[in-house]
């Protein structure tokens, strides 16, 4: 009885020490393995501009304005629904040199019982039969993931962009011209993801913000490019957490 009683002490004491050897599964736990990226480290001036939840019918055509205006390259993460309503708006952006990527059909928040495959594939081949050309990354609507979704994104071929924590803009909140601006030119760095959306309801502050923005960051010496570009500059070492 005395060895079972200590084989069972045992085996209590071992349990938080198994628990505590499980790995935090946390921003720098995705980033370390690869799964997902916020940020590139590097010490070359690159940034990479993100629009999400397009195509607009009259926003996106004006952000692609200021960035030819500005020899700038963007990434645009658009949803299936959007692609369906106007069509002709995605074979401009890609038309022009721009990076589509892939958020969903219905932008809907990834939940358990959200068909992700379905989500994914629909929007894909919208884009694929609109561009000719298949997405390589994918955004999450809202950044909201979960163990289940990496496994999914990373099966179906792709790679998980988020956006540096410092340059998340909020402008589909319209926070005002200046507050967009500041967001983005006071916390700007090497290998920076900035995070705008060129689809907003009602007015949008976007465009006006890009106009301060844009030629700011080229006198500063930034090169604006696509995401996919951006993770080619990625060094061996992971991204220091903000």
């Not at 401009?92 to 958020?103: D, K």
């Not at 050309?133 to 496994?151: A, D, H, I, T």
């Not at 995401?227 to 080619?232: A, D, I």
Request: charge should be positive.
């Amino acid at each position: 009885m005395r060895i079972i009683a200590a084989l069972c002490i045992c085996l209590f004491l071992m349990q938080p020490l198994a628990a505590s050897a499980a790995p935090k599964k946390d921003r720098s736990y995705y980033e370390n393995r690869g799964e997902i990226v916020w940020e590139v480290n590097t010490d070359e001036k690159v940034i990479a501009l993100t629009f999400d939840d397009g195509p607009h019918p009259k926003y996106t055509a004006q952000v692609l304005e200021l960035l030819k205006q500005y020899d700038a390259k963007a990434t645009f993460f658009v949803v299936g629904n959007k692609i369906q309503l106007y069509p002709d708006v995605l074979e401009q952006t890609a038309r022009e040199g721009h990076e589509i990527a892939n958020h969903t059909y219905s932008h809907a928040y990834i939940g358990r019982n959200t068909n992700i495959k379905k989500e994914l594939n629909t929007t894909e081949d919208l884009i694929v039969g609109k561009t000719g050309q298949r997405s390589q990354l994918f955004r999450p609507p809202g950044g909201f993931y979960n163990e289940r979704l990496v496994s999914v994104v990373k099966d179906e071929g792709y790679k998980m962009i988020m956006w540096s924590w410092q340059l998340d803009t909020k402008d589909w909140d319209t926070p005002g011209v200046n507050r967009i601006v500041n967001t983005v030119l006071k916390n700007a760095k090497n290998g920076n993801i900035v995070l705008f959306h060129d689809y907003i309801e009602g007015p949008t502050q976007t465009i006006a913000a890009l106009k301060i923005i844009l030629p700011e960051l080229k006198n500063r010496g930034y090169k604006l490019i696509t995401v996919s570009e951006l993770l080619g500059y990625n060094k061996a070492i992971p991204a220091k957490i903000h």
